[in-house]
T-cell receptor, first 111, second 110 residues
Framework: NAGVTQTPKFQVLKTGQSMTLQCAQD?????MYWYRQDPGMGLRLIYY???????DKGEVPNGYNVSRLNKREFSLRLESAAPSQTSVYFC??????????FGPGTRLTVL | QKEVEQDPGPLSVPEGAIVSLNCTYS??????FMWYRQYSRKGPELLMY????GNKEDGRFTAQVDKSSKYISLFIRDSQPSDSATYLC??????????FGTGTSLTVIP
């Protein structure tokens, strides 16, 4: 049981480049989430998916798109990366409202 | 004003001490309250979960929610060096959107 996996672990982009962060869970959870974590700002929700086929905006969705590919996978896309998107990105999943399981994170630097 | 306020610390205590961590919030609609522990360069892991008001105990950890004061606490008894981490509070009105505090950095000195 791998739990929540994220790829890649590290990435460096130039301003304007695009990339997709991948997330997968093997716990048969309905809900999945993307967060970013910045010093002094805590974890902020970018997008979430309450079930397969649905996605909703969180607190900081601008500059990002998501795809809930199937029940297991939830990807986050940066179409045109900006230095302000330098952050650590966490994916999480949950079966119920009380328990979120987090992945190990992706450290993204945009130059 | 941020939805959730948490003192970032850092907090440094001797081994065996009782640790008190706190968060305040402004949204009276919050019903779900959680505490996460995050080790350096790792993802957060859930420690405690409370629905609505009241206390919950799990081993050395006790979570308290006071909705009338919009204040939640996490107490750690007999603190150990392995408790050294950043502690994040989180809250949700619906169980879908979660709002996190900025985290409190704790160091337990042997």
């Amino acid at each position: 049981n791998a739990g929540v996996t994220q790829t890649p672990k590290f990435q460096v982009l130039k301003t304007g480049q695009s990339m997709t962060l991948q997330c997968a869970q093997d716990m048969n959870h309905n809900s999945m989430y993307w967060y970013r974590q910045d010093p002094g700002m805590g974890l902020r929700l970018i997008y979430y998916s309450a079930s397969e086929g649905t996605t909703d905006k969180g607190e900081v969705p601008n500059g990002y798109n998501v795809s809930r590919l199937n029940k297991r996978e939830f990807s986050l896309r940066l179409e045109s990366a900006a230095p302000s998107q330098t952050s650590v990105y966490f994916c999480a999943s949950s079966r119920l409202a009380d328990t979120q399981y987090f992945g190990p994170g992706t450290r993204l630097t945009v130059l | 004003q941020k939805e959730v306020e948490q003192d970032p610390g850092p907090l440094s205590v001797p081994e065996g001490a009782i640790v008190s961590l706190n968060c305040t919030y402004s949204n009276s609609a919050f019903q779900y309250f959680m505490w996460y522990r995050q080790y350096s360069r790792k993802g957060p892991e859930l420690l405690m979960y409370t629905y609505s008001s009241g206390n919950k105990e799990d081993g050395r950890f006790t979570a308290q929610v006071d909705k009338s004061s919009k204040y939640i606490s996490l107490f750690i008894r007999d603190s150990q060096p392995s408790d050294s981490a950043t502690y994040l509070c989180a809250m949700s009105p619906t169980g879908n959107q979660f709002y996190f505090g900025t985290g409190t950095s704790l160091t337990v000195i042997p």
